[in-house]
């Protein structure tokens, strides 16, 4: 979509991952939408199309013909953050902000909410209500499944999954003993108390700058313990219903420093009131109208901000 010469100078950036991944569907969206209010003064660039470096003490950036780019005042990070391996879009996005762009979201809550067990930290350390869940740092899995401390059944994610790949219900220790054997070495996972009470349900809320845009309850297609729709889920848009919990997901987001959240919260017997999990680059249904305004509106909040910032 980017046409590298139309784009250097552009003042808000939309940021996706690298070709040949075509856009998805909502960063589409998001894409035509900030086009339309920003014009020329708005790009979507990939994040294989950037050189960038340091030149005499000076933090720079290129195209890969050789153009020298200016940083961008705004940056809406869409790139999915469990591709940021090996630090490759992590040091690109510091780069940005290093050049004086804000980014939404921040690099730093990207880097909170890419391992599912970090997240669970900072929000059990501001005391929001999660699940109980036992990780390990270098272990040996087969030891690590043995310990005591871990009850069947319990939910085994990979620290960095996503889309319901890879979450499973281990029904009692004996399975758990033979996954163990069958899961790769180099992403840790996290075991879980089993929410019972939610399985194949979850309360997903979009909240952006703050505010509860919208909300979804999202069921499974076929018993399956994710309700993910990229699972085969169905949703059933619902703002406004669970008013407690989407107060929950807006102290999730600001714990986590999110600009644009999305939030997954467990049905316990009193409600949608514990946290799953936190996403820092959501996606959303079209007929959650509401999400590319107010996305919309936090930008145009910082581009204002920014040129207010600048001496005349
Ligand atoms: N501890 C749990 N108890 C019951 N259901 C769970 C639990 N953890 C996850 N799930 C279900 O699995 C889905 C996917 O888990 P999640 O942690 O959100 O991973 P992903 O990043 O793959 O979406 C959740 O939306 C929820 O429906
Ligand atoms: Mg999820």
């Known amino acids: 979509m980017a046409s590298a010469v139309a784009s250097v100078g552009a003042e808000v950036w939309l940021l996706a991952r690298e070709h040949p991944a075509a856009l998805h569907r909502p ?14 003064r708005f790009a979507v660039w990939r994040t294989d199309e950037l050189l960038f470096g340091i030149r005499a003490g000076r933090l720079v950036l290129r195209t890969l013909g050789g153009s020298e780019i200016p940083a961008p005042k705004v940056v809406c990070v869409r790139q999915v953050p469990g ?28 880097l909170r909410c890419r391992n599912k067990f970090r997240q ?14 036992l990780t390990y740092a270098t272990a040996p899995l087969e030891g690590v499944v043995r310990s005591p401390d871990i009850d069947t059944p319990c939910v085994v994610k990979f620290v960095t999954g996503h889309k319901g790949r890879g ?16 899961f790769a070495r180099d992403v840790p996972v996290l075991f879980q108390e089993y929410v019972a009470s939610s399985h194949g ?27 993910n729709l990229a699972r085969g889920g169905t949703a059933t848009v619902c703002p406004g219903r669970f008013r407690e919990a989407e107060h929950l997901a807006v102290e999730a987001a600001r714990v986590l420093g999110l600009a644009v959240a999305g939030v997954d919260l467990m049905f316990t017997s009193a409600g949608a009131n514990m946290i799953c999990e ?4 959501p996606g ?22 920014r040129d207010n910032e600048e001496p005349t």
Do not use: F, K, Y
């Open 27 to 40: 960063t589409g969206e998001l894409a035509a939408a900030l086009r339309a209010v920003h014009g020329e």
């Open 167 to 182: 979450v499973l219900l281990a029904q009692d220790g004996q399975l758990l003993r033979d996954l163990a054997g069958a």
């Open 120 to 133: 669970l930290q900072e929000l059990a350390l501001a005391g929001l209500p999660v699940p109980d869940t």
């Open 278 to 281: 936190v996403n820092s680059v």
């Open 201 to 227: 349900r979850d309360l997903r809320v979009i909240v952006i700058d703050g505010e509860p845009v919208t909300a979804e309850v999202r069921t499974s297609a076929d018993g399956a313990l994710a309700s």
């Open 284 to 305: 959303w249904r079209p007929d959650m109208t509401q999400v590319v305004p107010a996305i919309i509106r936090c930008i145009a909040h910082r581009l204002d901000h």
């Open 83 to 110: 591709s940021m391996h090996h630090d490759r879009e992590v040091s690109l996005l510091r780069h940005l902000e290093g050049m004086g762009a804000v980014l939404v979201n921040p690099l730093e809550a990207h």
